[in-house]
């Protein structure tokens, strides 16, 4: 019969953590650490709001679902502050004021939704990159109650924090690997990542990566977040003269890498978390007993 211990440790942590995640700091303030819990709001906070003091109302035009285009609920959520947008909507209090702030339900002010804005591409990362640290925050925080329910009296210490090995890799794939101990396999799963994107970028003359025309495809994209950093600051102010014949593949490629890289950062953060909470095995007899899991250098 398998060890009670082992059984709880392979369950979750709850809706409520999971939604106190969406609020940033709150966790880390539920356990009692109060100078991070004020990092993560204010981190979150101030990234989002310098995105946002650029494009304003055009963060609707992001939106998976356009308010203007769809029924009065969706007019109703918008104007509260609860626009369908991500990654925003992971910071949630910030992705909240910033809606209310600058909803129009106006004719004009849904014009101004459509109009294009200076230096949009790099002030939508920073929102966007908002969300994802809000995110890596609550990861964060979710480790750290892991360790509390799961670490007994002298809880292991991991190799390295799980949530930053997935932060790492989202800017950089493979930096979080490395982090952890598995420079090797960090290298390979970066370059993988890495090379798709590239790819994309050369068929598509650079016009892949766009959140103003593609906002959807750009969602994917931006789980690699070096790469979408890189096409806002070079490739995605360019000028695209004519459509070239491969910028849907350069979409799909970029947006496949943008997946792949989601694999690394979860596999990122598995690895870091098994040096301290090793894969539980059964014997040929059926009990169960904990493995200890080589970290590969």
């Given at each position: 019969m398998a060890d009670r211990s082992i059984e709880q440790a392979g369950k979750g942590l709850g809706w409520g953590a999971f939604l106190a995640g969406l609020i940033p700091g709150l966790l880390q303030f539920q356990l009692g650490q109060k100078q991070r819990a004020i990092t993560a709001l204010v981190s979150c906070t101030v990234l989002f709001f310098a995105g946002w003091s650029i494009v304003g109302e055009r963060l609707f035009y992001w939106t998976l679902v356009v308010p203007d285009a769809s029924t009065d609920t969706m007019r109703g959520l918008a104007r509260v502050g609860f626009?369908?947008?991500?990654?925003?909507?992971?910071?949630?209090?910030?992705?909240?004021?910033?809606?209310?702030?600058?909803?129009?339900?106006?004719?004009?002010?849904?014009?101004?939704?459509?109009?294009?804005?200076?230096?949009?591409?790099?002030?939508?990362?920073?929102?966007?990159?908002?969300?994802?640290?809000?995110?890596?925050?609550?990861?964060?925080?979710?480790?750290?109650?892991?360790?509390?329910?799961?670490?007994?009296?002298?809880?292991?210490?991991?190799?390295?924090?799980?949530?930053?090995?997935?932060?790492?890799?989202?800017?950089?794939?493979g930096l979080g690997h490395a982090r952890a101990g598995q420079k090797d396999k960090g290298m390979l799963m970066g370059a993988a990542v890495v090379i798709v994107f590239a790819l994309g970028l050369v068929f598509s003359h650079g016009h892949a990566v766009d959140r103003a025309t593609a906002s959807v495809w750009w969602i994917g994209q931006n789980l690699f977040g070096g790469g979408t950093l890189f096409a806002a600051l070079v490739t995605s102010p360019l000028q695209m003269e004519s459509a070239p014949a491969n910028l849907d593949l350069g979409v799909v490629l970029c947006t496949v890498a943008g997946l792949m890289n989601l694999v690394v950062m979860v596999d990122a953060f598995t690895v870091a978390e098994r040096s301290a909470f090793p894969l539980a095995r059964r014997s040929p007899a059926g009990a169960a007993s904990v493995a200890t899991e080589e970290t590969a250098s």
């Open positions: 626009p369908l947008v991500l990654p925003e909507l992971l910071n949630l209090p910030a992705n909240a004021i910033g809606a209310i702030l600058a909803f129009d339900g106006s004719p004009t002010g849904e014009r101004l939704w459509r109009m294009p804005r200076d230096f949009e591409h790099i002030a939508g990362w920073l929102t966007a990159a908002s969300g994802m640290l809000a995110a890596f925050w609550a990861a964060a925080g979710h480790w750290q109650l892991r360790l509390r329910r799961d670490g007994g009296a002298s809880p292991r210490t991991a190799i390295a924090d799980p949530a930053l090995c997935a932060a790492l890799s989202w800017l950089l794939p």
